[in-house]
Each structure stands twice: as C-alpha cells, then as structure tokens.
C-alpha cells in the first residue's frame, strides 16, 4: 500500500474561486508530480518535481501552480477556478523499489474537481 | 510521434475467465513498459515493470509479456475475478527513470461478470 494522500477526494466549487489541492507523501520520494485525467483518457503530466524547490512544467499547458517546500508536500493551485478545470488531478511521486532497478510511481486516490 | 495504443478500449469477461490486453507503442528510445491497474475514482497502481531485456514478467494471476522488437506487448488475467474489474493502463518510458518521460495509454476498461 503508498503512503500517498491527496486531499480533498471531491471539491465542487464556483468559478473565480482559489482552490488548493494537497499531496503528501510519507516515503521520502524526492520526485512528485501531477496529472490530469479525464473521464477515460489517458493521463497528462502538467507538473512535476525533483526535490525541494525544484517544480517544472510538464506536457499539459496549465494555469495552476505548486510549490515543493518540503520533500513530502507538493501542493497545486489554481488562482481563479474555471469550468474548463474541471477533470480529476491525480497526485504521484516515484521512488526505487527492491527488486527493480526502475523507480516505481505510486499514486494518490485522486481529487475530482468539479467548478461550476 | 510517441505513442501509446491499446486495444481492446472494452471488455467484458465472465467471472473465471481468461483475458488478454494488448499494448502497441512507438515511443523511442525505449527504457522500460509498465502495466497499471485504475480502479473506478482511484489512483493508477503498479503491476508489472518491464525492461528492454525481459520479455515476461508475473505478479499473481497478471503475466505481462513485451516484445521490443515489435513494440508489442500484452497483459494475459488468468481466472479472473470480479475485483479485476478495472481500467488497466500501459505506460512506456523513453529513458531511464531519471530522465525519462512517461507515455500514457488510454486504458482497457475491463468488466468481469458474475
């Protein structure tokens, strides 16, 4: 089982709203990242982290923004929630695992942000 | 293009039954091809992890099979389950996991019948 959580699991909210969704991880992982899922589409990097103080941009342009302050934190938010935000952000950071000499990303539940 | 396809987009099987998903993909250079499994509002978890040089690896019931001269590769269920109900998701990185970017299939949604 990750020791990944990503909080809320469910937010509704109306547009113009700032919303900031939580990602912490308990396994020391010094990359983290989040994605972007529509309803059976494939997922969408649209940030992602090395470490502390380090945060990029991935391949899905994106108008929210996070931090990386402390190694188990890796916040998102989006300033001004529109309709088009609506999807599910998915929250994942990547460690070695015994047995393989790849690192293995484990996932948080997700939040599904609805903005009406 | 780097791409990942998946086929079936759906399936149904009866509980007890057999199946095969398949994964063709063009992403190059090659590192390694994961196989997740996504249940319905959860987040994606690993079942296999394959490089350039394995050609099968197994986890329970789940065997997943890679052909990298092809850029093929497959996940067989063996009996299956009604908790095997699931999106299963093949995901291909291009470098090692350092560098590398993931390319994400779509998914097969799987639905096991009673």
């Known amino acids: 089982?990750?020791?990944?959580?990503?909080?809320?699991?469910?937010?509704?909210?109306?547009?113009?709203?700032?919303?900031?969704?939580?990602?912490?991880?308990?396994?020391?992982?010094?990359?983290?990242?989040?994605?972007?899922?529509?309803?059976?589409?494939?997922?969408?990097?649209?940030?992602?982290?090395?470490?502390?103080?380090?945060?990029?941009?991935?391949?899905?342009?994106?108008?929210?923004?996070?931090?990386?302050?402390?190694?188990?934190?890796?916040?998102?938010?989006l300033e001004s929630a529109r309709p088009s935000h609506t999807s599910q952000y998915l929250c994942a950071s990547s460690g070695p695992t015994s047995g393989s000499r790849e690192d293995i990303q484990y996932f948080g539940a997700g939040t599904r942000l609805s903005v009406l | 293009?780097?791409?990942?396809?998946?086929?079936?987009?759906?399936?149904?099987?009866?509980?007890?039954?057999?199946?095969?998903?398949?994964?063709?993909?063009?992403?190059?250079?090659?590192?390694?091809?994961?196989?997740?499994?996504?249940?319905?509002?959860?987040?994606?978890?690993s079942l296999t992890i394959m490089t350039f040089s394995e050609n099968t690896k197994s986890n329970g019931r789940y065997t997943a099979t890679l052909d990298a001269d092809t850029k093929q590769s497959s996940l067989h269920i063996t009996a299956s389950q009604l908790s095997?109900?699931?999106?299963?998701?093949?995901?291909?990185?291009?470098?090692g996991s350092t560098l590398g970017r993931l390319y994400f299939g779509r998914g097969t949604q799987l639905t096991v019948w009673p």
């Open chain 1, 1 to 77: 089982e990750a020791d990944i959580y990503q909080t809320p699991r469910y937010l509704v909210i109306g547009t113009g709203k700032k919303i900031t969704l939580e990602c912490s991880q308990t396994m020391g992982h010094d990359k983290m990242y989040w994605y972007q899922q529509d309803p059976g589409m494939e997922l969408h990097l649209i940030h992602y982290s090395y470490g502390v103080n380090s945060t990029e941009k991935g391949d899905l342009s994106s108008e929210s923004t996070v931090s990386r302050i402390r190694t188990e934190h890796f916040p998102l938010t």
């Open chain 2, 1 to 45: 293009k780097n791409q990942v396809e998946q086929s079936p987009q759906s399936l149904i099987i009866l509980e007890g039954k057999n199946c095969t998903l398949q994964c063709n993909y063009t992403v190059s250079p090659f590192s390694n091809l994961r196989w997740y499994k996504q249940d319905t509002g959860r987040g994606p978890v």
């Open chain 2, 84 to 95: 095997d109900s699931a999106s299963y998701i093949c995901v291909v990185s291009d470098r």
